[in-house]
């Protein structure tokens, strides 16, 4: 088995580093408001006084952004390091971040979205284990159970076994193990033939997307079809890919039935076990998962667990 670089379970009181390696804040009140969640779990915050100045999309320089990173890691009061949104960035400074303190001082990075691209780059170069789950902006909209496993996964107790109501199993009915690694569907595709992209095969991956019209997730799919990525990965889990917040529940189900559909004739040749509708994505579900860690795909039971 691969050795896995495990972050420390926090502690009550412990630092959490708000950091923001991709896109800038918009709304404060969101800000605010995952500050005041993480207090109230018993954690303490540490972020700038003075906001990120903002770029453009971008929330500072690529410099500074891939430097703040690097110092909150190098920081030993620092216990972990959230993302405060998504958005776009992480690509532009993946190349400037410190390797060899992740491997030497593993700690939590928690985020998702275009953390994707961290996530992966991390695993695949210093397989760490991090947490893909909501970010500080996205803290205030998660439902309560997305809450409770993001505190779960914080202290300590990410191996904890998921077993989701509503989740379906489309193909395969025996367990399928190994390294769970994923995302984000469209910023997972930006790191294919990059020094950044992770090993897919063996892999359990795990998908989601958000204002994607169908034939976007089609040509994604068929990409990563095409160049090889999925042949030899040991499942898939597919998460929310819903088109807009304002879907009717129909045009949603229609949506990710048609998502479905597609992975599922992609990889009509295989014996690959494919699960649809686990809440992971951009909305109030976003259940926190340990990106790199090794994993069991539990058809029979529809169980992810860590082993």
């Known amino acids: 088995m691969i050795e896995q670089h495990a972050p420390a379970p926090l502690k009550p009181g412990a630092i959490i580093a708000i950091i923001a390696p991709a896109g800038q804040i918009h709304d404060h009140d969101d800000f605010y408001a995952g500050i005041k969640l993480l207090k109230e779990m018993g954690f303490e915050p540490r972020f700038p006084r003075e906001l990120w100045p903002g770029t453009g999309y971008l929330a500072d320089t690529d410099a500074n952004r891939a430097d703040e990173l690097n110092r909150m890691w190098a920081d030993s009061e620092v216990s972990a390091l ?34 994707t691209v961290l996530h992966n780059s991390f695993c695949q170069q210093t397989s760490l284990i991090s947490l893909h789950g909501p970010t500080l902006c996205s803290l205030a909209q998660s439902s309560k159970e997305s809450l409770e496993r993001f505190y779960q996964c914080l202290t300590g107790n990410w191996r904890a076994p998921l077993q989701m109501k509503g989740v379906e199993v489309l193909r395969g009915d025996e367990e399928a193990r190994g390294r769970l690694i994923g995302g984000n569907l469209s910023t997972l595709l930006t790191l294919l033939g990059t020094p950044f992209e992770p090993e897919f095969k063996g892999r359990i991956l795990f998908l989601e997307d958000v204002g994607e019209p169908p034939y976007r997730i089609d040509r994604m799919l068929t990409q990563l079809w095409l ?81």
């Open 227 to 307: 160049a090889g990525r999925l042949q030899k990965i040991s499942g898939i889990i597919l998460g929310d890919f819903s088109y807009g917040q304002t879907m009717e529940t129909n045009d949603r189900i229609r949506h990710h039935e048609s998502i479905w559909n597609r992975v599922l004739q992609l990889t009509s040749d295989t014996q690959i076990p494919v699960w649809g509708g686990f809440p992971i994505g951009h909305g109030p579900e976003n259940m926190t998962l340990p990106h790199g860690a090794e994993t069991v795909m539990d058809s029979r039971n529809s169980m992810l667990y860590c082993i």
């Open 82 to 115: 959230l993302a405060a949104r998504g958005g776009y960035g992480c690509l532009r400074m993946a190349g400037q971040i410190d390797l060899e303190q992740l491997r030497n001082r593993p700690k939590m990075l928690i985020g998702f979205s275009d953390i």
